[in-house]
């Protein structure tokens, strides 16, 4: 579970709510057809600009923002390290039996492919076009979120528009603009929420999700691919230690 998103989340709207009650009575801030107008148009947009499914699989993906399992580049190193020097006494044959147990599957397939003798040129495509298909993936749920960022206030304001002619429409009756303006003024407001509160930050939570398993992915790749051209354990652990920030190193035992 990621505290920092449900967190912010939550004070974020905590002092919404404060900050309400303190300039006044909260019902001055509820207008249900405003928020037709917001959420039922962003998500009307959302579905014109991508195909259904994509923008199903993009709510989907949002639980990244929320749960994650964290990802321990040196516990990777660890594992890539004890399959060189497995590999370099018993042979590529014997990673089968480590595939077997390995909870990452696309470290499994990698060793798979090692097991069954395909040339490193082979595997190393097979491998990074899986990396290329995954960031593909992964940008179009980010677009989604980052398509709510920017319809939202837009919706918003189309609703302000809406507002002010039916305001404009009443100018005989001044004791109604006021109440009117306010109305049509809430759906910029509930914009304003959805875009900042809820698109842009998920969009770039997803993309930081994002970043973290395409780097994960590569690191074992390039382990991998290490292992089969019969490099040095230490050298391997030296180079992909060489990619990662001095406090997310791992150490070798003496």
């Known amino acids: 579970m990621d505290l920092a998103t449900i967190l912010g989340l939550v004070a974020a709207f905590a002092l919404l709510l404060i900050s309400m009650l303190m300039g006044g009575s909260l019902v001055a801030f509820i207008d249900i057809p405003s928020v037709v107008v917001v959420i039922g148009c962003t998500t009307a947009a959302i579905f014109i600009a991508f195909p259904g499914g994509r923008v199903m699989n993009g709510m989907k993906a949002a639980k990244a923002a929320f749960f994650a399992t964290p990802i321990d580049a040196k516990k990777t190193i660890e594992l890539l390290s004890e399959l060189s020097n497995k590999a370099r006494r018993e042979g590529l044959l014997s990673l089968e039996a480590a595939a077997a147990e ?3 599957d696309f470290l499994k397939r990698g060793l798979l492919m090692m097991a069954d003798g395909h040339e490193a040129a082979t595997i190393e495509s097979v491998l990074f076009d899986e990396i290329g298909k995954i960031d593909e ?16 206030p837009a ?6 528009l809406i507002g002010l002619v039916l305001m404009l429409g009443s100018l005989e009756d001044p004791s109604a603009i006021g109440p009117k303006m306010a109305i049509a003024l809430l759906t910029t407001f509930y914009g304003a929420i959805l875009a900042n509160l809820v698109g842009i930050p998920i969009a770039n939570k ?3 999700r994002s970043a973290e398993e395409v780097a994960q992915k590569e690191l074992i790749a390039a382990g991998l691919l290490s292992i089969l051209a019969g490099e040095n354990p230490r050298f391997m652990v030296e180079r992909l230690n060489a990619t990662l920030p ?3 190193r791992y150490e070798e035992a003496a």
């Open 102 to 104: 390995a909870e990452d």
């Open 155 to 160: 919706m918003g304001m189309l609703g302000t």
């Open 246 to 248: 001095a406090s997310g």
């Open 137 to 152: 993936r992964h940008r179009i749920s980010i677009n989604v979120f980052d398509a709510m960022g920017a319809y939202g």
């Open 206 to 208: 997803l993309k930081l």
